[in-house]
């Protein structure tokens, strides 16, 4: 064990879960999603650093890995809790009644947020969330700071006996700073669950006086000291005026004033735990200032409990209300609230080249053989890679985990209803697949819905880096498991039709497609299953196990730009006279999944030897 | 010491390495770093923009037009990117025709070098060699030994080295 405290450049998930192994948590579980997910990775990476017994999982879902940490915090010990913003939804049940009941042990539920959003399906703000479960919640402004705020978490949660909630940004998240690391501690503590039954299993009657006691407690909480929003004084050139801000807001503004020559000017006030918020700094602002700006990600959470008559933010349009709050966002809104002159040089909203499925991508092969099969189809689909399915016109609907399924059912039901119904072709991820696509593939089936599913199996949690999934047979830490089969599952659910397809079989896919459609107009209404399996192109081992061919374009080809525009793989791009398609070398992995693409039979494959 | 950075490609192109390398680079001086990243989505072949802040900042990401040096992966990022550097800015483009900013094409070099990837090192090199830098070729070298894979480091420091030369 080090005693000095060592330096290393980390990035905020990975000083987050490096912290969570110095604060002695031994628990920990969570669903991957991004900006989250490394924070477990780390976890796992780090587990030999860890002076006690370490519990690390990838859960099925969010609600799941709440649960499993939540029971370890009843037992006396550290766990955590880690998803993000959109996790906290699928963990919503269990994270609103923890907040009355409590735990024993310290534990942290850890949602990242992602302002922007740059890979959310919403920018939803987890502090208001918290205010809505009444559940403190910090809101740290660098990576440094998000991992020392976990040792606090921590002794807020065992001081007050309640779940506390860390949560970071996507700045925060994926940023990389020069991080201190500390040694890890050893708490020594032997699981121990204390029967309570009028807590743990609290009836409605045990529920006003549960609440009674939180309020009291949130109370305490609010005007913990050293959780206090932190002062840097202004020099009094601007009386009765503040600023505050929380989050990494904090450090945009920090670095713009240092850069407008406005550091140490103006009173600033730096938010640590934005709920609940401290009674006396809403007073010590009413009284101390008539002018306050508040700069926060992503809704107005600090600005509604300040109730302040002179602030400005979000509430009266000086900050816009949604959206990233950027360094040229802030400077703006500075400039507008302090009255100086402000020149924004606009640059032309460019997007650049815009995200696609990677070559070799079997996700593209299976969309291709669905849009051939049903080029009329309905086509909900889900979260992961495969919703890049939209670049190719193969997915319709991309709503929240598991939804397609439901939403494929929904769609059937309101067509049948007026008599014909179109070929319905939902595609879900296999991890997708067990988070919650079960219960809707059983509530499918009871209810007659005749659509296609088609499971999308690359062996891997592939957008958010490569987790296992449950049919791998393998843990987060990466010893061996039990598998969970796919079909075994499907079949269980009350599916008649199954099929198993390699999609880089493209004819046999296709045939299958229009099988499973004859299937579910036949007379036996039902739900046709077809698992589309082929690995995925981000795990070396699939690429160098499969054939490679050398794929060229010949002479035949009349430059009409279909493979590029309906296939969309990176690796096929037009010459440069613009006239003929050709092939990157660069990144082509030799799959040839894109020669039917072309309907003049101008891409050609021969076997390397 | 204070100096900013954008480091701009698409995804795949080893955007986040040469990031990577950059920021080790300063922790190895003992210069406080922030860098913002790039996850997710995007990552799948779409427009990935890094930012690097060394000396003294609190937050990782660059206001428009504040950027002292770019480090250009993908030339039609130039459209998408060139806002947030500054006017006088140093500009490293890897690229195989004339135009503006330091040009090399890094792409065919690597190519050459039997792995396409190793273009960011390439660029990384000429920056170095530009001295658009705050850090010296054995502090970069330093730096790839620090974080390249072991099967891959000969091939990674040769790329820098090809860059540094050309």
Same mark, same amino acid.
């Given at each position: 064990?080090?005693?000095?405290?060592?330096?290393?450049?980390?990035?905020?998930?990975?000083?987050?879960?490096? %912290?969570?192994?110095?604060?002695?948590?031994?628990?920990?579980?969570?669903?991957?999603?991004?900006? !989250?997910?490394?924070?477990?990775?780390?976890?796992?990476?780090?587990?030999?650093?860890?002076?006690?017994?370490?519990?690390?999982?990838?859960?099925?879902?969010?609600?799941?890995?709440?649960?499993?940490?939540?029971?370890?915090?009843?037992?006396?010990?550290?766990? +955590?809790?880690?998803?993000k913003?959109?996790?906290?939804?699928? %963990?919503?049940?269990?994270?609103?009644?923890?907040?009355?009941?409590?735990?024993? $042990?310290?534990?942290?539920?850890?949602?990242?947020?992602?302002?922007?959003?740059?890979? !959310?399906?919403?920018?939803?703000?987890?502090?208001?969330?918290?205010?809505?479960?009444?559940?403190?919640?910090?809101?740290?402004?660098?990576?440094?700071?998000?991992?020392?705020?976990?040792?606090? %978490?921590?002794?807020?949660?065992?001081?007050?006996?309640?779940?506390?909630?860390?949560?970071?940004?996507?700045?925060?998240?994926?940023?990389?700073?020069?991080?201190?690391?500390?040694?890890?501690?050893?708490?020594?503590?032997?699981?121990?669950?204390?029967?309570?039954?009028?807590?743990?299993?609290?009836?409605?009657?045990?529920?006003?006086?549960?609440?009674?006691?939180?309020?009291?407690?949130?109370?305490?909480?609010? %005007?913990?000291?050293?959780?206090?929003?932190?002062l840097?004084? $202004?020099?009094?050139?601007?009386?009765?005026?503040?600023?505050?801000?929380?989050?990494?807001?904090?450090?945009?503004?920090?670095?713009?004033?240092?850069?407008?020559?406005?550091?140490?000017?103006? =009173?600033?006030?730096?938010?640590?735990?934005?709920?609940?918020?401290? @009674?006396?700094?809403?007073?010590?602002?009413?009284?101390?200032?008539?002018?306050?700006?508040?700069?926060?990600?992503?809704?107005?959470?600090?600005?509604?409990?300040?109730?302040?008559?002179?602030?400005?933010?979000?509430?009266?349009?000086?900050?816009?209300?949604e959206?990233?709050?950027?360094?040229?966002?802030?400077e703006?809104?500075?400039? +507008?609230?302090?009255?100086?002159?402000?020149?924004?040089e606009?640059?032309?909203?460019?997007?650049?080249?815009?995200?696609?499925?990677?070559? #070799?991508?079997?996700?593209?092969?299976?969309?291709?053989?669905?849009?051939?099969?049903?080029?009329?189809?309905?086509?909900? @689909?889900?979260? #992961?890679?495969?919703?890049?399915?939209?670049?190719?016109?193969?997915?319709?609907?991309?709503?929240?985990?598991?939804?397609?399924? @439901?939403?494929?059912?929904?769609?059937?039901?309101?067509?049948?209803?007026?008599?014909?119904?179109?070929?319905?072709?939902?595609?879900i991820?296999?991890?997708?697949?067990?988070?919650?696509?079960?219960?809707?593939?059983?509530?499918?089936?009871?209810?007659?819905?005749?659509?296609i599913?088609?499971?999308?199996?690359?062996?891997?949690?592939?957008?958010?880096?490569?987790?296992?999934?449950?049919?791998?047979?393998?843990?987060?830490? $990466?010893?061996?498991?039990?598998?969970?089969?796919?079909?075994?599952?499907?079949?269980?659910?009350?599916?008649?039709?199954?099929?198993?397809?390699?999609?880089?079989?493209?004819?046999?896919?296709?045939?299958?497609?229009?099988?499973?459609?004859?299937h579910?107009?036949?007379?036996?209404?039902?739900?046709?299953v077809?698992?589309?399996?082929? #690995?995925?192109?981000? =795990?070396?081992?699939v690429l160098?196990?499969?054939?490679?061919?050398?794929?060229?374009?010949t002479?035949?080809?009349?430059?009409?730009?279909?493979?590029?525009?309906?296939?969309?793989c990176?690796?096929?791009?037009?010459?440069?006279? $613009?006239?003929?398609?050709?092939?990157?070398? =660069?990144?082509?992995?030799?799959? #040839?999944?894109?020669?039917?693409?072309?309907?003049?039979?101008?891409?050609?494959?021969?076997?390397?030897? | 010491?204070?100096?900013?950075?954008?480091?701009?490609?698409?995804?795949?192109?080893?955007? /986040?390495?040469?990031?990577?390398?950059?920021?080790?680079?300063?922790?190895?001086?003992? /210069?406080?770093?922030l860098?913002?990243?790039?996850?997710?989505?995007?990552? *799948?072949?779409?427009?990935? &923009?890094?930012?690097?802040?060394?000396?003294?900042?609190?937050?990782?990401?660059?206001?428009?037009?504040?950027?002292?040096?770019?480090l250009?992966?993908?030339?039609?990022?130039?459209?998408?990117?060139?806002?947030?550097?500054?006017?006088?800015?140093? &500009?490293?483009?890897?690229?195989?025709?004339?135009?503006?900013?330091?040009?090399?094409?890094?792409?065919g070099?690597?190519?050459?070098?039997?792995?396409?990837?190793?273009?960011?090192?390439?660029?990384?090199?000429?920056?170095?060699? *530009?001295?658009?830098?705050?850090?010296?070729?054995?502090?970069?070298?330093?730096?790839?030994?620090?974080?390249?894979?072991?099967?891959? /480091?000969?091939?990674?420091?040769?790329?820098?080295?090809?860059?540094l030369?050309?």
């Open positions: 064990m080090k005693d000095h405290a060592e330096i290393e450049l980390l990035m905020g998930n990975e000083a987050i879960g490096r %912290a969570l192994i110095e604060a002695g948590c031994q628990i920990a579980a969570a669903y991957p999603g991004t900006p !989250s997910t490394e924070i477990l990775q780390a976890v796992a990476d780090r587990r030999e650093e860890a002076l006690e017994p370490l519990h690390i999982e990838w859960s099925v879902n969010e609600k799941i890995a709440f649960e499993i940490a939540l029971a370890a915090a009843y037992t006396g010990k550290r766990s +955590a809790v880690v998803m913003q959109v996790g906290l939804n699928v %963990a919503a049940d269990p994270f609103m009644r923890t907040a009355y009941l409590g735990v024993k $042990g310290g534990m942290v539920t850890i949602v990242a947020d992602d302002p922007g959003p740059h890979s !959310s399906q919403n920018e939803q703000d987890t502090r208001l969330f918290c205010l809505q479960g009444r559940v403190p919640v910090l809101d740290p402004a660098s990576p440094a700071e998000a991992a020392q705020m976990v040792e606090t %978490a921590y002794a807020l949660s065992e001081k007050f006996e309640i779940n506390v909630v860390l949560r970071p940004t996507t700045r925060i998240c994926h940023s990389r700073q020069n991080v201190a690391l500390h040694p890890p501690k050893r708490l020594e503590r032997q699981a121990r669950f204390e029967k309570d039954p009028s807590r743990w299993a609290a009836t409605p009657a045990f529920l006003p006086a549960l609440h009674r006691k939180l309020n009291h407690t949130l109370e305490q909480v609010a %005007a913990e000291p050293d959780l206090q929003p932190q840097t004084p $202004g020099d009094g050139s601007h009386p009765r005026t503040a600023l505050v801000a929380s989050g990494i807001v904090y450090g945009h503004l920090v670095d713009l004033l240092d850069d407008l020559g406005l550091g140490g000017s103006i =009173d600033l006030y730096q938010v640590l735990m934005p709920y609940p918020l401290s @009674s006396q700094f809403r007073e010590q602002l009413r009284r101390d200032y008539d002018r306050i700006l508040v700069l926060e990600e992503t809704y107005p959470v600090i600005e509604l409990q300040l109730a302040h008559p002179g602030a400005r933010g979000k509430q009266d349009g000086t900050l816009p209300r959206g990233e709050l950027t360094p040229d966002v802030v703006q809104a500075l400039c +507008a609230f302090l009255d100086r002159p402000f020149s924004p606009t640059p032309p909203e460019r997007r650049g080249q815009r995200p696609s499925l990677c070559p #070799g991508c079997p996700h593209r092969a299976s969309f291709a053989a669905i849009k051939r099969a049903f080029p009329r189809g309905l086509f909900p @689909s889900d979260i #992961g890679c495969y919703t890049l399915g939209m670049n190719l016109g193969a997915v319709d609907t991309v709503h929240c985990m598991g939804a397609c399924i @439901s939403q494929g059912a929904g769609f059937y039901q309101s067509y049948a209803q007026d008599g014909d119904f179109p070929t319905v072709v939902v595609t991820g296999d991890s997708t697949f067990f988070h919650s696509g079960i219960p809707a593939l059983i509530n499918a089936v009871i209810q007659k819905a005749r659509i599913v088609m499971i999308l199996d690359n062996a891997t949690t592939a957008m958010t880096g490569g987790q296992p999934v449950p049919h791998l047979g393998l843990t987060a830490s $990466g010893d061996a498991t039990r598998a969970i089969g796919i079909e075994p599952l499907v079949r269980a659910a009350g599916v008649d039709f199954l099929e198993v397809c390699d999609p880089y079989d493209q004819q046999r896919l296709e045939r299958l497609l229009k099988e499973a459609d004859r579910i107009r036949g007379p036996e209404p039902g739900v046709a077809i698992i589309s399996r082929h #690995g995925c192109m981000m =795990d070396s081992a160098s196990g499969q054939e490679k061919y050398q794929v060229t374009v002479e035949d080809c009349t430059g009409c730009k279909r493979c590029i525009q309906a296939f969309e990176p690796a096929i791009e037009m010459d440069e006279s $613009g006239a003929r398609a050709r092939i990157n070398t =660069d990144r082509c992995v030799g799959c #040839g999944t894109c020669i039917p693409s072309c309907p003049f039979n101008a891409i050609v494959k021969e076997k390397l030897s | 010491m204070k100096q900013q950075i954008i480091v701009s490609g698409i995804g795949g192109q080893g955007v /986040l390495f040469l990031t990577r390398v950059i920021a080790q680079a300063a922790v190895d001086q003992g /210069l406080p770093v860098t913002a990243e790039t996850h997710g989505m995007a990552q *799948r072949g779409g427009t990935v &923009l890094s930012t690097i802040k060394v000396g003294s900042y609190h937050s990782p990401l660059i206001r428009t037009g504040q950027a002292d040096v770019g250009l992966l993908w030339e039609d990022n130039l459209a998408v990117h060139r806002s947030l550097l500054k006017p006088e800015g140093h &500009l490293l483009i890897n690229a195989d025709e004339e135009g503006e900013g330091a040009r090399i094409d890094a792409s070099l690597a190519r050459e070098m039997g792995n396409p990837v190793l273009s960011n090192l390439i660029l990384l090199g000429l920056a170095v060699r *530009r001295q658009a830098l705050f850090c010296d070729a054995v502090q970069c070298e330093k730096a790839v030994r620090t974080l390249a894979p072991e099967r891959f /480091l000969d091939q990674n420091l040769a790329a820098f080295r090809r860059g030369e050309d």
